[in-house]
């Protein structure tokens, strides 16, 4: 029954949380915006599509999409998006969570440069430039969490258990740190511009400008997913709800915390502009810096409690 | 808005006195508006024509040049003039030395682009095709990492051979077409022709009519600003500001259809009078939506340049210095942006602008920041100015003068501040008192050059937001 309902989690929530997004925005500048669901028929328009290949591309571009399709689902079964429980668990899967999204990097860096586009070209130096920047970010967060509850799998780490003054510290500063990876890993604004046609200022989506059709589908599922695990990371780490709680509202209170992440994306994407693109790596370093601050504070916390 | 109509023989001197006299005269202050040629009777022969501005009046000087021989190029030393000698040598093989760069400016001849040779080193081209609905140009950047070392611009897609078709019919039936040059700047190209052409009928318009080519050209700006200010806001991603700025454009346009059936301003100006009609009816919509306009404005104005992050985007950005600017001969928004006070509607005043006055407004930084303050700041002079100027002429629908003939073997130079600069129209007369030469020059032509220079050492990723704050036409330049 979980696993049903975290694969359904799993298709329906990348279409929704788009939905949400461009809803906020929409009520921010005054229209009423897109169907929620607008996400899934445009998906289904392309799914429909014949793809066009560039002659100059090889099978690294048709094998791109799929990779990075299967590895970000994969990396959604490590995660519990509804109630406590993900379908995959083990330990250190925090760490297959994060190679898993390196691998789907690395391949579309590599279709990025496939086709001999310098756009193309230019926005995988800054993808990889960034992912860099952003890994220390990553692995802080989850690595203050493991440390601190003393498991190392996600089903285990997320879920509350005592609330001290320094686990909420731990807790708040690893959302935060964990938010600002979202905002790159689904290249939403500040650091990127999903909406723009501007080829130069672009990172993720000038690196899908050759992808048509299901190739294309495909990423922007992938895409949509990786805003799915984010939310759901944060909603489960933001959860109050024990161990003691019965499964279906932890369950519900995430879904409602995963819609509030949306919520705040859009509302940070409506209220800010853009960053340079020089002042990006500052911003990810500040998430690794909050990351780092919460690591301090579970260390702290942990030697006053011996 | 102003208009000079000469005896062209009465100021044509040799070539020697000709460039004695122009660098005189540009010495002593007077700023250079136009230079251009024309075919001369003798084909061995290319008519020169400079049009300069200095104390409130336009004057000109004229030379012949021999096509055979070589000259030396004005650009080397004086490199406002860099554009206008690269359309002379395009336009009639004009030989000039130590020009620095004789790129043609719209033909698709062969020109070797700038190149940059070292490690880290890449070159990008963007166009002629883009995403987006724009028009076509072609970029090509050097760069070091992200770093832009130098932008080279190539443009011509969009060559139509205005100027030798606009030769083709009665010089009194040119509106629709002078409309059409740079669709976003109708009413400033129409009354600059039209102003061209009285003054070599000797017509005189009434005030009325001029008043009511002012309103239009002010409603122009407003809605082009508010165009410019909302796709500036849309490159840096600020939501809001794009949404708003963008509507509020609507109610801007609507109001020039509300007058003259257009919401581009066609049909607005017409040689001897204007075709808009403002009776009182129209008049309480238009002024509704000034309000409108300007209620919204007093919101979303301080909202953008308050956002820290849009100052972040904007400021230092794009920087062209007063110095480069006076020294490129750059005009309009990008001048004034850069501390230099040229507006032809204080500089060149007509009837209109004497008696109602419009206050120019300069900012000093340079950059993206700057330009766009000018627009914020030039749409609230021009919401203050149609108040005044509604208030005078509660009604507004001035009867048509009739244009007759022209006087033969004339000169008309009309100098209009279109929205985004100064619009020149050049109309010459043969004996026969038919349409000789005409010459047009959008304030683009000028332009492009300073966004190349704007964006050396700065990233990649900027040039779209320096390019919006030019905001500058392709077919204006490429005619």
């Known amino acids: 029954m979980t696993i049903l309902a975290h694969l359904a989690a799993l298709l329906l929530l990348p279409i929704v949380l788009v939905g949400i997004i461009n809803r906020t925005r929409a009520r921010w500048s005054g229209r009423k915006g897109p169907p929620i669901l607008q996400g899934g028929f445009d998906l289904w328009r392309l799914l429909k599509k014949r793809p066009v290949y560039s002659e100059v591309t090889t099978g690294i571009f048709r094998l791109a999409p799929l990779v990075v399709l299967a590895t970000t689902f994969v990396s959604g079964l490590l995660v519990p998006l509804v109630g406590r429980a993900a379908p995959l668990s083990f330990a250190l899967d925090f760490v297959a969570l994060a190679y898993l999204w390196a691998l789907g990097r690395a391949l579309m860096i590599l279709a990025a440069l496939d086709t001999g586009s310098p756009f193309e070209g230019m926005g995988a130096s800054r993808e990889a430039t960034w992912a860099a920047l952003a890994e220390p970010g990553l692995f802080l967060a989850l690595g203050t969490l493991a440390a601190a509850s003393g498991h190392s799998s996600f089903a285990e780490l997320l879920p509350v258990q005592a609330v001290t003054p320094a686990a909420i510290v731990v807790r708040v500063g690893c959302a935060l740190t964990l938010f600002l990876i979202l905002q790159l890993e689904a290249a ?49 780490l933001l959860n109050p709800l ?16 995963t819609f509030a992440v949306a919520i705040a994306i859009g509302c940070v994407e409506a209220l800010t502009a853009r960053l340079q693109l020089k002042a990006v790596p500052t911003y990810l370093v500040l998430g690794s810096l909050v990351g780092l601050l919460a690591l301090l504070t579970a260390a702290f916390d942990f030697g006053a409690r011996r | 808005m102003s208009a000079l109509v000469v005896d062209p023989a009465e100021h044509t001197c040799r070539k020697e006195a000709f460039f004695e006299r122009l660098r005189a005269q540009l010495s ?95 070159e990008v081209a963007v166009g002629p095709i883009h995403a987006g609905v724009i028009e076509p140009g072609h970029f090509r950047f050097m760069c070091l990492g992200e770093v832009v070392h130098h932008l080279e611009i190539q443009l011509g897609y969009q060559h139509r051979g205005v100027e030798a078709l606009l030769l083709k019919k009665d010089p009194r039936a040119l509106g629709p077409l002078v409309e059409t040059i740079a669709g976003d700047t109708s009413v400033a190209h129409a009354w600059a022709y039209c102003e061209a052409l009285e003054a070599l009928a000797g017509v005189t318009t009434s005030f009325e009519a001029q008043v009511s080519r002012a309103i239009g050209l002010e409603l122009e700006r407003i809605a082009m600003h508010l165009a410019s200010l909302a796709g500036m806001a849309t490159d840096i991603a600020f939501l809001q500001g794009g949404t708003t700025y963008g509507r509020l454009r609507t109610t801007a346009i609507n109001s020039s259809m509300l007058a003259c059936g257009s919401r581009f301003g066609r049909g607005w100006v017409r040689p001897g009078g204007a075709w808009a009609k403002l009776e009182s009816g129209q008049q309480a919509t238009l002024r509704a ?13 301080p909202h953008l340049l308050g956002a820290r992050s849009v100052q972040h985007r904007l400021k230092g950005i794009g920087r062209v210095t007063r110095e480069q600017a006076i020294e490129l001969g750059i005009v309009g928004v990008a001048a004034r942006a850069s501390g230099i006070e040229v507006d032809a509607r204080a500089d060149l005043p007509g009837p209109v602008h004497l008696r109602y006055g419009i206050r120019g407004v300069i900012e000093n930084s340079g950059d993206c920041w700057a330009r766009a303050v000018v627009r914020i700041r030039e749409i609230d002079e021009s919401l203050r100015w149609l108040e005044e100027v509604l208030d005078a002429f509660p009604t507004c629908s001035p009867d048509a003068a009739r244009v007759g003939a022209l006087k033969p073997d004339t000169l008309a130079v009309a100098v209009c501040e279109g929205w985004r600069g100064e619009v020149v129209h050049c109309l010459e007369t043969d004996a026969a008192g038919g349409l000789r030469h005409y010459k047009v020059q959008d304030p683009s032509l000028r332009n492009w050059f300073a966004l190349a220079l704007s964006l050396r050492e700065n990233e990649i990723s900027d040039f779209p937001i320096c390019n919006k704050s030019f905001d500058l036409s392709y077919c204006g330049n490429d005619l």
């Open chain 2, 289 to 301: 939506n000034l309000k409108l306009l300007k209620d919204d404005l007093a919101i979303i104005n």
């Open chain 1, 188 to 236: 939403r604004v500040p650091i990127d511009d999903p909406s723009t046609h501007l080829e130069l200022t672009m990172i993720h989506e000038v690196m899908i400008l050759d992808h048509s059709g299901p190739d294309l589908a495909a990423l922007q599922y992938a895409t949509g997913l990786k805003l799915t695990i984010g939310a759901g990371l944060i909603a489960a």
């Open chain 1, 242 to 257: 024990g161990p003691g709680e019965p499964a279906i509202w932890v369950a519900a209170v995430s879904l409602g915390l």
């Open chain 2, 28 to 122: 002593e202050g007077a700023r250079l508006v136009g230079y251009y040629g024309r075919p001369a009777d003798d084909s061995g022969q290319v008519v020169i024509t400079a049009v300069l501005s200095a104390n409130g009046k336009l004057s000109v000087l004229r030379t012949g040049l021999s096509r055979p021989h070589s000259h030396r190029a004005l650009s080397a030393e004086l490199p406002a003039f860099q554009i206008f000698e690269r359309e002379l040598h395009e336009q009639y093989g004009l030989r000039l030395h130590e020009h620095p760069w004789l790129k043609p400016v719209r033909s698709d001849a062969p020109y070797p682009f700038y190149s940059l040779k070292g490690k880290e080193v890449h």
